[in-house]
């Protein structure tokens, strides 16, 4: 199985340490043709509104717009989650691919100097993961067909709706590589 990992900006290669050490394949995706043979994708951390300006130039919005309308699945993580959501909050005109319906609040914890790790119990693990939040958002609003997967100080930090995940949290900055392992037998 081969893993995209969207290599614009932000902590991809975490995600491809994450999964190398899992025995996966990981491809760094920059444009549509690095979509080739790829599996999944996952969208990692970074700064949100470069990143979409940047996937909106190089075309790979759209592609994956349509690979996930074709059933690929697809995580992101902090950045990757904003970037997900159909809208977020106080920002109508910041880019978003719309393809997890809920709103977002950016930095919803605080600033780069409130960043923190702590446990999150995440629904179907049977331990609770480590979680790095930095500048991290939360889920102010979902869809009906959004389900919740992980809350942390009263607030839903993770999320799933069919085949698109988000997690406001950076597992991938973490020795824990369990959401990955997870997100790699995700039909």
Not at 14 to 27: P, R, S, T
Not at 65 to 94: D, F, S, Y
């Amino acid at each position: 199985m081969t893993v995209g990992v969207v290599a614009i900006q932000g902590d991809y290669a975490k995600h491809m340490e994450a999964l190398h050490a899992l025995g996966g394949e990981g491809k760094e995706v920059r444009v549509p043709e690095d979509l080739t043979g790829v599996d999944r994708v996952i969208i990692p951390g970074g700064e949100s509104t470069t990143v979409g300006m940047l996937m909106q130039r190089f075309g790979l919005s759209e592609a994956l717009k349509a690979r996930v309308a074709a059933g690929m699945p697809i995580w992101g993580t902090c950045m990757g989650m904003i970037l997900l959501a159909r809208e977020v909050e106080g920002r109508p005109n910041q880019f978003t691919l719309g393809l997890l319906d809920v709103t977002v609040r950016r930095n919803a914890f605080g600033g780069q100097v409130h960043s923190f790790e702590d446990a999150v119990a995440v629904k179907g693990m049977q331990e609770p993961v480590m979680g790095v939040f930095i500048r991290a958002p939360i889920l102010v609003g979902m869809g009906p067909d959004v389900e919740p997967l992980a809350e942390y100080g009263g607030f839903v930090v993770a999320a799933r709706q069919g085949n698109v995940i988000g997690t406001s949290f950076h597992p991938e900055l973490t020795d824990d590589y369990r959401m990955h392992e997870w997100f790699l037998g995700l039909r």
